[in-house]
């Protein structure tokens, strides 16, 4: 096998000492083959090559670059690789290769032609970037979003049965029991399919606004919303969701929204790893502490599950309900 020292006085007599030594000293790693010799060998390997990929320059020099290729490499990126050299064109080709220790890597390899004076291509250049960490964040951050929505969706339906089974506690006539079971479901598949739509897009001005827009009968006149402008994270959904709706469906039933005086405020902060939400209703009927738990068990469930929790302060003047979740 030749050595790097004849390869090189061969190949890059040309070339300046100054650029030699330029490429010698850069951090990208970088080969370079003769396409002009049998098999397109390596004739030059910078020491970023050789730490990148673990070989020492005996080992690498004269030979192929497909001693890189291992079990993972695709016929897809080969595919791509030799029509780029088969075009002379400057391409990047991403490729599964292996280090001298068999470990694999991710590589982003460009590729292209080096042409002398006269246009003739004299040399082929592969400069490699080690995007492995990069390629696993990504697939880590596609599994965590796979199971997040898998996670999401069996919520959706354990609410679902929860708000089945208890509403009909509550309610026997039929047909009042399918309004209720509707418009909570409703509501709560509106909310996810907006999240699923554009997760980080939904905030918690934007669920109260839905909500309470919905709910109260002289819209904003009958509602004041205070807050930082907070990303909801697609876990307080489901809980903070239900837990409005459930409420705004008691305001208007028997408190503030039951009354064209009646009056709610709801405020929201994040402090202390914690999102707390106190809702406060005055200028509504007399409040009297329900006889029955009804919605309010449904929420402390999927509370519950969701490690958050809410009280009920009953006072006369107007309800005042606290919301915590982990934020």
């Not at 020292?5 to 190949?11: G, S, V």
């Not at 069996?154 to 047909?175: C, L, P």
């Not at 068990?297 to 490690?307: F, H, T, Y």
């Amino acid at each position: 096998m030749p050595d790097s020292a004849t390869l090189d006085e061969r190949t890059f007599g040309p070339l300046s000492d100054s650029v030699l030594q330029m490429l010698e000293q850069v951090r990208l790693p970088l080969c370079v083959t003769n396409p002009n010799m049998p098999d397109d060998p390596i004739v030059y390997v910078n020491p970023a090559f050789l730490e990148l990929t673990g070989y020492e320059a005996q080992d690498v020099m004269g030979r192929n670059c497909r001693f890189l290729q291992g079990p993972g490499t695709t016929p897809e990126s080969l595919q791509a690789l030799r029509e780029s050299i088969k075009g002379d064109r400057v391409t990047t080709v991403e490729i599964v290769n292996y280090r001298k220790d068999g470990t694999r890597f991710d590589n982003a390899l460009q590729i292209g032609p080096i042409i002398d004076a006269e246009g003739q291509r004299v040399l082929h250049f592969g400069s490699q970037l080690d995007v492995t960490d990069k390629r696993a964040a990504e697939r880590e951050a596609i599994a965590l979003e796979m199971q997040e929505r898998t996670h999401r969706l069996r919520n959706i339906i354990n609410v679902m049965a929860i708000t089945v089974r208890m509403t009909a506690r509550e309610v026997t006539d039929v047909e009042s029991f399918a309004k209720i079971v509707s418009d909570r479901l409703q509501l709560l598949g509106a909310a996810h399919l907006r999240t699923f739509e554009d997760p980080d897009a939904t905030t918690v001005s934007d669920t109260v606004a839905v909500i309470m827009n919905a709910y109260a009968p002289l819209g904003e006149r009958q509602y004041r919303l205070s807050g930082a402008s907070l990303r909801l994270p697609p876990a307080q959904i489901t809980p903070l969701t239900l837990s409005l709706h459930e409420l705004a469906t008691n305001a208007v039933k028997y408190g503030a929204f039951s009354d064209n005086a009646g009056h709610i405020d709801l405020s929201w902060e994040r402090s202390d790893g914690e999102l707390r939400l106190t809702w406060q209703e005055r200028g509504g009927p007399e409040v009297t502490p329900p006889t029955r738990e009804g919605g309010s068990k449904i929420v402390q469930s999927v509370l519950r599950n969701a490690r958050g929790n809410i009280t009920y302060d009953w006072a006369p003047e107007g309800l005042t309900a606290v919301l915590t979740l982990p934020a």
